[in-house]
Nanobody
């Protein structure tokens, strides 16, 4: 399994920026995808951005052009650069990682970090 620890959350004014980091440990060599989900109050948890170990990325429509996901060369740390933040970006952000397991999916989750955007 893989352990994930997020950092970088906080309070920011609308229009500002934050950079989230997620450090992975354990069997990181088996990771084929990492990314970020978020859950706002009263809403379901949704995908924000993902990056495959070989490079391709994917973003939720709501964050395209504002957020950028990246991974270090060792493929054990993932980042989420969040620019032009909106109040509706307020949520708990969870780091996720996928490793080969029956059924697939994101089988490793971090503890979450709070992002609050004020108007």
């Amino acid at each position: 399994q893989v352990q994930l620890v997020e950092s970088g959350g906080g309070l920011v004014q609308a229009g500002g920026s934050l950079r989230l980091s997620c450090a992975a440990s354990g069997r990181t060599e088996s990771i084929y995808v990492m990314g970020w989900f978020r859950q706002a109050p009263g809403k379901q948890r949704d995908m924000v951005a993902v990056i495959s170990s070989n490079g391709p990325t994917n973003y939720a429509d709501s964050v395209k052009g504002r957020f950028t996901i990246s991974m270090n060369n060792a493929r054990n740390t993932v980042y989420l650069q969040m620019n032009s933040l909106k109040v509706e970006d307020t949520a708990i952000y969870y780091c996720v990682a996928g490793t080969p397991v029956p059924g697939g999916g994101y089988n490793n989750w971090g503890q979450g970090t709070q992002v609050t955007v004020s108007s």
